[in-house]
């Protein structure tokens, strides 16, 4: 089945540092990709996504790009903030309902 | 911004017994998930539903668990007699009309199953 995989965390970067997070994923065919990001003590958000090859999903400030030829969509942001920190997790749809997620970032931002 | 909601956040039980977790999904979504996470795993999916029926189930969706949408807004995940590795975040979802694509996740009800 289809499958991501995240770049291994914790994250520890001070602010207005660069970020980035690497996800790759395997699949038949070329899922919509997202970036979900949880808040501590809050629920999934949905961040950014992308449907087709060469689409860049952006919000906040954050981007990714959907790369067919490398099979990733790695998350980046030019000048992280403290409000960023929070776990990032990848994710691939499978099919037309079944989200496969990443095993999660989490990202410590310091002052 | 309209939210997807689940109750209760933290609910403890006794292994064996039955819980019930609720959820109410966004108004006029028509799509509508069960996610878990067990502590420092990944996020896996469990099952959707649409049109008052199971569409996809994963393999963890055994017999033990049963999905209900016994009116027009609760959707509920029941566990019939809970085992200790029940114990996780169990995170609900829903889908609107038109962006199947797309799902809106609630906050999530810790199980913990002792």
């Known amino acids: 089945g289809d499958s991501v995989t995240q770049m291994e965390g914790p994250v520890t970067l001070s602010e207005e540092a660069f970020l980035t997070i690497n996800c790759t994923y395997t699949?038949?065919?070329?899922?919509?990709l997202f970036w979900y990001v949880q808040y501590p003590g809050e629920g999934l958000q949905l961040l950014l996504k992308a449907t087709k090859a060469d689409d860049k999903g952006s919000n906040k400030g954050f981007e990714a790009t959907y790369r067919k030829e490398t099979t990733s969509f790695h998350l980046e942001k030019g000048s992280v903030q403290v409000s960023d920190s929070a776990v990032y997790f990848c994710a691939a749809l499978q099919g037309a309902q079944k989200l496969v997620f990443g095993q999660g970032t989490r990202l410590t931002i310091n002052p | 911004e309209p939210e997807v909601t689940q109750t209760p956040s933290h609910q403890v039980t006794q292994m064996g017994q039955e819980v019930i977790l609720r959820c109410v999904p966004i108004?006029?979504?028509?799509?509508f998930y069960w996610y878990r996470q067990i502590l420092g795993q990944k996020v896996e999916f469990l099952v959707s539903?649409?049109?008052?029926?199971?569409?996809?189930k994963s393999e963890i969706f055994d017999d033990q668990f049963s999905v209900e949408r016994p009116d027009g807004s609760n959707f509920t995940l029941k566990i019939r007699s809970t085992k200790l590795e029940d114990s996780a975040m169990y995170f609900c979802a829903s889908t609107p009309r038109g962006v199947t694509d797309t799902q809106y996740f609630g906050p999530g009800t810790r199980l913990t199953v002792l």
């Open positions: 539903f649409y049109n008052n029926e199971i569409s996809e």
């Open positions: 108004s006029n979504h028509l799509y």
């Open positions: 699949a038949t065919g070329y899922p919509s």
